[in-house]
């Protein structure tokens, strides 16, 4: 999933690193590290693996974070990619979650009246979207390379939409770059501002009880 990083080699001494809009250091540790594009993915992946999971555990838990907390670094409505190597073997595993054309997609259906390529419809109408792969994606991950359940992996991402969580000044920005496409439909206004039209701000709430 994009914005995911995850490196363990065995076990303790874990860190984390908070970057939100300037430079830092790079973190140094012993064992084992956690990067997400969100300080709270990060920290449910990093709670996985300090009670025993392993990095598959941790990866499955932060991405499903991520689709709450960062949803343009990968989310449930969308596709992706995992490599998965191990340091007791030499084997190195792709599993492609990458979303689908549906199934009555044509070769034409992006194409204007002229026959020319038109991205207004390719990007950003209905036709645009697939059908998405993360779900499959990161269960098929955990059942064959895991060591938690679905439902465990799941728990940080279902807190954090129905309990809410502090919008940050990269959320915040996002979704004023993205007002004008964002704001054409009711069903995307209503979740991503507020009832009178306004932003959310740094240090607001924000809750998805519906995701």
Request: net charge negative; charged share 20%.
């Amino acid at each position: 999933t994009a914005g995911l990083i995850l490196l363990l080699s065995s076990q303790a001494a874990y860190s984390d690193a908070i970057i939100e809009g300037q430079r830092m250091h790079p973190v140094q540790a012993k064992d084992g590290m956690v990067v997400t594009s969100h300080f709270l993915a990060t920290q449910s992946a990093q709670h996985v693996l300090k009670n025993g999971g392993n990095a598959i555990d941790a990866a499955v838990t932060a991405a499903f974070s991520l689709a709450v907390t960062q949803p343009r670094s990968g989310n449930i409505g969308g596709g992706g990619f995992m490599l998965i190597s191990s340091e007791k073997t030499d084997n190195v595993v792709a599993i492609d979650y990458r979303e689908k054309a549906p199934g009555q997609a044509t070769v034409d259906m992006f194409l204007d009246d002229k026959g020319d390529a038109d991205s207004n419809i390719s990007r950003y109408s209905h036709l645009a979207a697939g059908v998405p792969g993360t779900v499959a994606g990161l269960a098929m991950a955990l059942d064959d390379y895991g060591t938690i359940s679905l439902k465990q992996a799941m728990a940080p991402a279902i807190q954090l939409a129905e309990e809410g969580f502090i919008v940050t000044p990269r959320f915040s920005d996002g979704l004023k770059n993205k007002e004008k496409m964002l704001k054409k439909w009711e069903s995307s206004r209503k979740i991503f501002y507020k009832a009178d039209g306004t932003y959310y701000e740094p240090g607001d709430l924000f809750i998805q009880k519906d995701l």
